[in-house]
């Protein structure tokens, strides 16, 4: 049964605005595919049995407090705005200090721009923005300042074929924006990086995405064609593999960003049926060459009558299946980027309880992925996605500890 995600949330906020975030999430669920999968259709199913579909009223704000950061398991919106800010190396202390006060001005400011009354009046266009963020830590500023962060994050290590810009890459705090149009995420974009700014961060970089808009349990393109985000972790798979068990970092996660170019007219040039096998499902309709729908588990064993494996050995989902990873699914919420005609590709986003197993997945895929000739990781960044912020609180008060 899945958790539904409002119950996650800060028990102390009124039961309006409880269910207000409950509509926001089925309202949203025209673009959920691509975050939760399956989880999306049963919610939409849920919306139409109760009746209580709202073509009349604007779904509400997605509120920002809760137990859990919002812009991890919300239905992912079409647009995203990635800021990555260092911190001034002075002293441990003095640093500590800076970050209290920049966390404390980032959740002043994404509370007030996500609420249903922003009081900027670039973000009051009369409908609701469906706004949600995070907030993450990096892995050097953790080890630096010795901050309350789960043992396990650590920068990843370098991959073959890697061409990291580390003017594009990394940083001490990282901030993912997600809304309905771009026009949100550019002011609010301006007003998150004026706040952080004020309270002592320096901005490193920022990356817009989009993805196409999608019809209700359909999973949006990437820039292949392919439906990406079809094998998903559902929300009870994801309380296994993307949400931290216990303790100081329950309610936490660790977010992996990779920005891959992708050459998207050399790809085009391949036969269809080259490039279903590349990836290892079909681009018409997303399913596994072993299967027939596209939500069919791919079976990576079936074979030909020549004996050859029906999903090639370098297939892209054959390399990433988590059955070479005792069943680990990381929780892909990925989004197109256009910084020119020479450079297009993916912003990679994905969400895990532990970055090695990224590492695990990005070795094989390194190693053999048909895909390579074509991709190149251009940019990389980690982030430990902090637990949310209680209606009172502020935003990594466990780092203290
Ligand atoms: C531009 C680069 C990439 C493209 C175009 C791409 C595309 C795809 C596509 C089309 C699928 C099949 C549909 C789906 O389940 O979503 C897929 C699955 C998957 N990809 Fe990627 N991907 C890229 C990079 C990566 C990277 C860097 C990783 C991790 C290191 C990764 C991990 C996965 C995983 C775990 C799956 C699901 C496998 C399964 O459970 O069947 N992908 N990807």
């Excluded at 009081?119 to 990096?138: A, E, H, K, N």
């Excluded at 309610?251 to 992996?256: A, C, D, E, K, S």
């Excluded at 989902?317 to 005792?326: E, G, K, N, T």
């Excluded at 197109?336 to 297009?344: A, F, I, N």
Aim: hydrophobic fraction near 40%; include cysteine.
């Amino acid at each position: 049964m899945p958790t539904e995600q409002g119950k996650e949330q800060d028990s102390s906020r009124p039961a309006a605005a409880r269910v207000g975030r409950r509509r926001a999430l089925l309202a949203g669920g025209a673009v959920l595919a691509a975050g939760i999968g399956a989880a999306a259709g049963e919610l939409a199913a849920d919306d139409r049995a109760d009746g209580r579909a709202t073509a009349d009223a604007p779904p509400a704000a997605i509120p920002f407090h809760g137990v859990r950061q919002a812009g991890v398991m919300a239905p992912q919106q079409p647009a995203t705005h990635l800021l990555s800010f260092d911190l001034p190396r002075t002293s441990a202390a003095a640093d500590r200090k800076t970050l209290r006060g920049v966390l404390g001005a980032l959740t002043g400011t994404l509370a007030t721009v996500t609420s249903d009354a922003p009081p900027d009046p670039r973000l009051q266009g009369g409908t609701t923005t469906r706004l949600t963020s995070l907030v993450g830590i990096g892995p050097s500023l953790a080890a630096r300042l010795g901050l309350g962060v789960p043992a396990s994050l650590t920068e990843l290590p370098s991959f073959p074929g890697d061409r990291l810009d580390p003017r594009r890459s990394d940083g001490d705090l990282l901030v993912q924006l997600c809304a309905a149009d771009r026009w949100t995420l550019t002011v609010v974009a301006e007003l998150v990086g004026a706040a952080a700014h004020a309270a002592g961060a320096v901005p490193r970089w920022t990356q817009s995405g989009f993805m196409p808009h999608t019809a209700p349990g359909t999973t949006p393109r990437n820039l292949f064609g392919s439906r990406d985000g079809t094998a998903n972790p559902d929300r009870t798979a994801a309380e296994q593999w993307v949400w931290n068990p216990s303790g100081a970092h329950r309610n936490g996660t660790v977010l992996v960003y990779r920005r891959i170019h992708m050459d998207v007219a050399g790809f085009a040039t391949l036969p269809e049926a080259h490039r279903d096998r590349a990836i290892g499902r079909r681009a018409r309709d997303g399913a596994p060459l072993s299967g027939t729908a596209e939500h069919d588990e791919p079976d990576i064993y079936a074979k030909n009558p020549d004996g050859s494996y029906v999903i090639p050995a370098t297939a892209h989902v054959r390399l990433a299946s988590p059955r070479f990873d005792r069943g680990a699914r990381m929780l892909r919420r990925s989004y197109s980027y256009d910084d020119g005609p020479t450079d297009r590709g993916l912003l990679f986003c994905a969400f895990m309880r532990d970055p090695a197993q990224f590492t695990r997945v990005q070795n094989r895929l390194a190693a053999r992925d048909a895909l390579n000739p074509f991709l190149q990781h251009r940019a990389s960044a980690v982030a430990y996605v902090l637990p949310g912020a209680a209606s009172a609180g502020t935003l990594g008060e466990q780092l203290w500890t």
